[in-house]
């Protein structure tokens, strides 16, 4: 059987080991372990950068979490939680512990980068505004540092969908599965399709992630305006206007 007739096979459509549920699966492990990152990593990586304390912990902390064996990460993980829980959660809990601890050094990293980017008449110019350190942070340093932010969202969200695919090794569904169980019975045209969706689905996830990005950023910090020419004919009063939408008639 080749790729196209497995694609076309409507048993590989349909049912709990069916392509639609175990994409579903996939996603659902990649979302939590995201949100728990996000929750972990942002608020440590924008504080830091906002202090200045504890930037050296940030570059030894993601050197090493980046180092760590997913694999063999993912089995001690087993062997420590699993005894606590029951059912699923005795594979679920350590595979997405794991997950977290892969996503965390991008998220922290580029929010702690974007802060430190952070041009300083910017924070001179809110402070001298009367404005609070929590209030330049949130409200002058964020905006400021999205782009980087949301870029190591994008990384660590891509990572995760190409590594939660360890997942099936403990047993646990998503599109593992594919491969996990194509390489035991010696399926090789399954292994092929489970890395194909893989492949799809970052594909997918990458691109939602920036209509994201273009939707939270401001035009002024991607370059997404363009100058209108002065009505005197002076270059260097041209008035910043918004590039027109793709599509439509400038």
Same mark, same amino acid.
């Given at each position: 059987?080749?790729?196209?007739d497995?694609?076309?096979d ?5 049912? +709990?080991?069916? #392509?639609p549920?175990?994409? $579903?699966?996939?996603?659902l ?10 929750? #972990?990593? &942002? ?7 906002h202090?200045g304390? *504890? ?15 997913? $694999? *063999?990460?993912?089995?001690?993980? !087993?062997l420590l939680?699993?005894?606590h829980?029951?059912?699923? &959660? ?7 512990? !794991?997950l ?6 991008p998220?922290?990293?580029n929010a702690?980068?974007?802060v430190?980017?952070?041009? +300083? ?15 330049v ?5 964020l905006?400021?540092?999205? +782009?980087?932010? #949301? ?27 594919? #491969?996990?169980? *194509? ?8 292994? &092929?399709?489970?890395?194909? $969706?893989?492949? $799809?689905?970052?594909?997918? !996830? ?7 990005e ?31 939408? +793709?599509?439509?008639?400038?």
């Amino acid at each position: 059987m080749n790729l196209i007739d497995w694609f076309a096979d409507p048993a590989h459509w349909v049912g +709990p080991d069916g #392509i639609p549920r175990q994409v $579903l699966t996939h996603l659902l492990y990649c979302a939590i372990a995201a949100a728990a990152a996000i929750v #972990i990593a &942002l608020p440590a990586g924008l504080v830091i950068g906002h202090t200045g304390r *504890g930037a050296v912990l940030v570059a030894g902390l993601a050197n090493a979490l980046r180092a760590l064996p997913t $694999l *063999g990460l993912l089995i001690a993980a !087993v062997l420590l939680v699993s005894p606590h829980f029951g059912s699923q &959660l005795a594979f679920a809990v350590p595979a997405l512990i !794991v997950l977290v601890v892969l996503a965390v050094p991008p998220i922290l990293t580029n929010a702690y980068a974007g802060v430190v980017a952070v041009p +300083p008449q910017v924070r001179t110019a809110a402070h001298g505004i009367g404005m609070r350190p929590w209030q330049v942070l949130l409200t002058v340093e964020l905006p400021c540092a999205l +782009p980087l932010v #949301i870029s190591g969202v994008r990384s660590a969200s891509l990572q995760l969908v190409s590594t939660a695919t360890v997942a099936a090794y403990v047993s646990l569904g998503g599109l593992g599965r594919y #491969i996990i169980d *194509g390489q035991a019975q010696l399926d090789y045209t399954q292994m &092929l399709a489970g890395a194909v $969706l893989v492949a $799809l689905l970052a594909v997918a !996830v990458e691109a939602l992630l920036l209509l994201l990005e273009r939707a939270l950023v401001s035009p002024g910090l991607t370059g997404r305006l363009r100058r209108l020419p002065d009505p005197d004919g002076d270059p260097a009063a041209a008035v910043p206007a918004a590039a027109p939408s +793709p599509g439509r008639a400038p």
